[in-house]
């Protein structure tokens, strides 16, 4: 596979930097928690870029014209990513445009297409994953919120957790059992829920970061129309296995991977650490060659994409190599930063605006959200290696 830039590609990516350059300001830090900024002071912000973005149709530049796209390759998609958090750009769609279009496209009706992908697209309409539970993370088929169809509705009882950005959002996508109690991924369905509707309670969760970024959600018979089902009934864990894999493929971490890398390198050229500059050098090598590795695993998962065809243990290989390798990064930028590396955003005397911290904090979320690393591996040995399961 040739993974050589197009000349479209670049042109893609020199529009992109130009929006951000226009919406954001010049000493922009962002919070370190990419892809999902949720801090309070950036949400303006963050729906301007989402805005200004969807006007020039750069949010979602893969998907067709027709649902706001631009009808590009998943490549230009890619580029979009990298350049979003090569900038610290806060961004507010992930979900919407990561994960709820592309199922939509792949098994939504057309009238879930016609009304959901143009308001993500050009409108930059917020959405949230509404699938693990208390007892429900890596064991997802065995979750128990419960889709009672009455008539022409559905009642939803139950509890998620771990929703990210449910607080922001207007629609979720949510994970429910149709099916009998044991029935696992057999009696699944997935649906398209407004977070505002009658007998959705959303609670916030504070991390270790002290960010407001997940929430646990309560519903007590909350009613979906029948028509907000996605595809089949009690097909659900198909479409949600599709969408998994696009959210463990995407390229969530190459950006902010290259920049932190970049900044490091920044600093240990300018003698900006305690350590001396050899030291961080023999350091940062280790992390670029990490970076090249991951890019290209990354690469392949988008060259799939853009073959058409739907990436499986790929996804997982770049999702585990990349979260790891900036889970190490993180580790280094604290190690050569010495204290000044440990202050917050909140502390002048800080590093790189706090942003060494936050990514060391919030990096060992990366080996869980989207399928721990033990879940990857499971799928790489059992899915790409044909290894029995233990
Ligand atoms: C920052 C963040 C954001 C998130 N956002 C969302 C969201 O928006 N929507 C959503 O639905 N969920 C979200 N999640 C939840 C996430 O998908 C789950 O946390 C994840 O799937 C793990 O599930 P769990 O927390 O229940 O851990 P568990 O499944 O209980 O796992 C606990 C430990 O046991 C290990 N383990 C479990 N089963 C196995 C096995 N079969 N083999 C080997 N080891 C195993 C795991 O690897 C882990 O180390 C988010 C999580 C985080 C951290």
Redesign the pocket.
């Known amino acids: 596979m040739d993974f050589q830039p197009t000349a479209k590609m670049e042109r893609i990516r020199s529009e992109i930097r130009e929006s951000l350059a226009a919406a954001l300001p010049d000493d922009w830090q962002g919070s370190g928690f990419l892809p999902m900024d949720v801090r309070p002071e950036h949400m303006e912000l963050a729906r301007s870029l989402d805005r200004r973005l969807a006007a020039k149709r750069l949010l979602a530049p893969a998907w067709p014209e027709e649902f706001g796209g631009r009808g590009l390759s998943p490549f230009e998609q890619f580029a979009l990513y990298e350049e979003l958090g090569m900038a610290l750009a806060p961004r507010l769609t992930t ?1 919407s445009v990561d994960l709820v279009g592309p199922v939509l496209i792949l098994h939504g009706s057309d009238e879930q297409r016609r009304q959901h992908l143009p308001a993500i697209a050009s409108e930059a309409a917020v959405w ?5 539970e ?7 088929t065995s979750l128990k919120t419960r889709a009672e169809r009455k008539g022409d509705v559905y009642l939803v009882t139950g509890h ?7 607080h922001i959002s207007e629609w979720m996508i949510l ?1 429910a059992r149709t099916g009998a109690e044991d029935s696992r991924g057999r009696g699944l369905s997935l649906f398209l829920l407004p977070t505002n509707s009658p007998g959705v309670t959303i609670r916030p969760i504070y ?1 270790a970061t002290n960010e407001h ?2 929430n646990e959600v309560f519903f007590e018979d909350v009613q979906i129309p029948v028509e907000q089902r996605i595809g089949e009934e009690n097909k659900g864990w198909t479409y949600a296995t599709s969408l998994l894999q696009y959210e463990r493929g995407d390229a969530l971490f190459t950006g902010q991977f290259r920049r932190l890398l970049d900044d490091l390198m920044r600093l240990a050229r300018s003698n900006g650490f305690a350590r001396s500059a050899a030291a961080a050098a023999s350091a940062l090598a280790e992390h670029e060659i990490d970076w090249q590795i991951g890019r290209l695993l990354t690469l392949r998962v988008v060259g799939l994409h853009a073959a058409g065809k739907l990436p499986d243990r790929e996804s997982s290989q770049a999702k585990l190599f990349m979260s790891e390798a900036y889970q190490r990064l993180g580790v280094t930028a604290q190690r050569l930063a010495g204290q000044h590396g440990h202050l917050t955003h909140q502390d002048a005397r800080t590093a790189l605006g706090g942003r060494i911290v936050q990514a060391l904090l ?1 990096s060992t ?1 990366a080996t ?8 990857q591996r ?1 799928i790489i040995a059992t899915r790409g290696l044909g290894l029995p399961r ?1």
């Open positions: 979900i949230c994953q509404g699938f693990s208390p007892s429900a993370g890596s064991d997802l998620k957790l771990w929703t990210s950005m449910a994970l991390d970024m997940l919030s979320t869980i959200i989207a399928g721990t690393s033990e879940i499971t233990g």
